[in-house]
């Protein structure tokens, strides 16, 4: 995140922009690159893909007139984001609203991912991903980690679990995104105090 902000520092504004990018990135691209591959799959195995169980999900949009879900989504997860950064957030919703309006923010352009590499296509029998380097990935990642210069980066503070802080953005976060994911594949949502005793009998 660090290297992602301007000069390395972190705001308010940026961590709202790391929040959007993270809705795209869990409910909108891989949706749509989860399609396009059964779709591909489909037509060059003549096989229906998305039959039984299986439901066909569907892409957030952000171009969408009801933003209701998106704006709660990034509410509890821009929140989030302040604790560990030690930042003040902002809790009043019709200042939050303005600062989502006056930031511009624009859903990225997709592109049909390749089908020849480890991008997502599916196979018929797994009907997930086919990656078969992510122990290279892993590897190069823990390089990256080693390597990185850490002289100057921003204190980050963990975060305990806490369900029973209405203060904490953890319910929150948890209730929109549960939502967001029933929203893709359009089950039922699930109220916030329901999330909560489900959450509360999670044992970190």
Same mark, same amino acid.
């Given at each position: 995140?660090?290297?992602?902000?301007?000069?390395?520092?972190?705001?308010?504004?940026?961590?709202?922009?790391?929040?959007?990018?993270?809705?795209?990135?869990?409910?909108?691209?891989?949706?749509?690159?989860?399609?396009?591959?059964?779709?591909?799959?489909?037509?060059?195995?003549?096989?229906?893909?998305?039959?039984?169980?299986?439901?066909?999900?569907?892409?957030?949009?952000?171009?969408?007139?009801?933003?209701?879900?998106?704006?709660? #989504?990034?509410?509890? &997860? +821009?929140? =989030?984001?302040? !604790?560990?950064?030690?930042?003040?957030?902002?809790? /009043?919703?019709?200042? $939050?609203?303005?600062?989502?309006?006056?930031?511009?923010?624009?859903?990225?352009?997709?592109?049909?991912?390749?089908?020849?590499?480890?991008?997502?296509?599916?196979?018929?029998?797994?009907?997930?991903?086919?990656?078969?380097?992510?122990?290279?990935?892993?590897?190069?990642?823990?390089?990256?980690? #080693?390597?990185?210069? &850490? +002289?100057? =980066?921003?204190? !980050?503070?963990?975060?305990?679990?806490?369900?029973? /802080?209405?203060?904490? $953005?953890?319910?929150?976060?948890?209730?929109?995104?549960?939502?967001?994911?029933?929203?893709?594949?359009?089950?039922?949502?699930?109220?916030?105090?329901?999330?909560?005793?489900?959450?509360?009998?999670?044992?970190?």
């Amino acid at each position: 995140i660090q290297k992602q902000a301007t000069g390395g520092a972190i705001d308010f504004f940026f961590l709202i922009q790391v929040a959007f990018d993270r809705l795209m990135g869990d409910y909108r691209t891989p949706i749509l690159n989860l399609c396009y591959s059964a779709d591909a799959m489909e037509e060059s195995s003549g096989k229906k893909f998305w039959t039984g169980t299986k439901r066909r999900p569907r892409p957030v949009d952000w171009n969408a007139s009801d933003k209701t879900l998106l704006m709660e #989504y990034l509410y509890s &997860t +821009s929140g =989030l984001y302040a !604790a560990v950064w030690n930042i003040d957030c902002v809790r /009043d919703r019709n200042t $939050f609203e303005k600062m989502i309006n006056g930031l511009t923010l624009q859903q990225p352009e997709w592109s049909p991912p390749s089908l020849d590499n480890d991008s997502g296509m599916l196979t018929e029998e797994e009907g997930e991903d086919t990656t078969t380097n992510n122990e290279d990935k892993l590897e190069k990642l823990k390089a990256d980690l #080693y390597n990185f210069d &850490t +002289s100057n =980066l921003q204190k !980050a503070y963990p975060q305990e679990f806490e369900k029973d /802080d209405d203060l904490n $953005f953890h319910i929150d976060f948890l209730t929109a995104a549960t939502n967001l994911r029933a929203w893709n594949y359009e089950i039922k949502e699930s109220p916030r105090h329901k999330v909560k005793v489900i959450a509360g009998r999670i044992i970190p």
